[in-house]
């Protein structure tokens, strides 16, 4: 029985690698869908990615070790907790060993590697990217937090298997705390994953990039790997939001039939998931970088809300 | 296991209501442009058209549908469509207003949710309608409404300050005793018309007087 359990560990692994450059690709197809463009492939991610895997890697040459293992550090991290957050089962091996706060420990230490690193070859972009991020970042992780609080006091529970679990139980069940916390929790997606009120991850423009002026050194093999942990930490984020807030459909072990329904609904999720972002990127314009603060905030005040009024209205 | 008891669905319903109705009142507290505000008031009406409908159906008083048909006509459609003709005409649509730092207004905002909450939880033991746990809900938006209008320096968001107040008393009269009787909601109805009526004579007068819709102009008022 537990070869079997760690065997779908394994597999959810491969399927997390392999789902996060589609997921991309798909948020893409989308966007340009409704802006009226002609779009991509799907496969568009991968195959630039496989290409950048062919190049060489241009290091600078004040560049230090930092600089040269944040790639593999970032792309081991996020592949780490794409494994812990439940996507099909809800039951996972690893996923005991680390609850959702020491999650959102994990996730920020990707970003402070990511962060060192771009301030490392002292170029102006890079520690402008750093800073900005770390901005941020540091008015994100408080609303995350605040979020995961909402959920778990609902749950009584900080792991995820056990939060999924517990609403499964209880079946569907309207809170008001939940809508709260998920509305928060969707803003502080947007900006973690640098989407667009708060970053544009299509262009390159001095004045307003964050993640892609961190990343502007990198090349071959390296930004292939980056670019990777920022898909698969988008799929992360998009999973948790769904243990979080909307488990229904995830498996708890049980006959091969149920496991692959499970997988279907994942799937099913993940494309409507694409295409709700990519609405909310094609009707809402960038925001400058001073109202980011004000964005977050609301973000942060929505969940503190949803602890409170989780404790008026009770359970 | 976290103990908890199930309730009907529409009891579901009126609380996730009423969480509306705060983050609205909290949208609006954020809101720099009149026209959203004004959207936002309607929705705010609706919303509470909806939560009337729904603690009618949920306790069986049909008196209250008729106070939630009124709701709807009057703060859903009537005022806000009122507000907008008045601030088409005074050309204010895309005026923008300058704020004391919306992060603060935000956490006064938290810190007045939780004074009402606690305010509103002795109060709630006493009651016995099903709906006493929104009557906190109620007071915090009572309290918040009552905030916007004191950082606001224009007319117009004051003005609609006002009215989100009046729809949180709505709320908590609601929430508390299930409903005024009848007369006394179509009088506070016919008030509001009457008042709203009143505030667009002083908005052209206020205009006309200071050039200018900021109040706080008319400190100046006895120095010409």
Redesign the interface.
Known sequence: MSAWVWFFQLIQGVMALLLAPLLMGWMAYCRARFQHRRPSSLWQPLRQWIKLFHKEVVLAELASPLFRVTPYALFGILALTAGLVPMVLTDLPLSGAVDVIALAGLLSLARVILALAAMDVGTAFGSLGARREMLVAFLAEPALLMVIFASASLNASTSLSKMAATTLDRGFYLYPSLAFSGVAFLLVLLAENGRIPVDNPETHLELTMIHEAMILEYSGRHLALIEWANALKMLVYFSLGMVLFFPFGLSRGGSGWEIALSFIGFIIKLLIFGVALAILETVSAKQRLFRVPEYLGGAFLLAVLAILLHDLLGT | ??????VP?AQ??L??F???L??IV?AML?QRRILTLIHLFALQGMILALSIADSAWLTHQPHLYYSAALTLGLKGVILPGLLRRLIGRLGVVWDVETLIN??TT??L??VL??FA?NL??PIAHFSHTILR??L??ALASVLLSFMMMITRNKAVPQVIGFLAMENGLFFAATSATYGMPMVVELGVALDVLVGMFIFGIFFFQIRDTFDSLDTRKMDHLGRD
Request: charged share 5%; proline share 9%; aromatic share 12%.
């Open positions: 296991m976290p103990h908890w008891n199930p669905f579901q319903l609380d996730l009423a969480a509306l705060l983050l909290f954020s919306i992060p935000m956490l905002g938290i949710v939780i909450f509103a939880l746990n929104t906190g809900i």
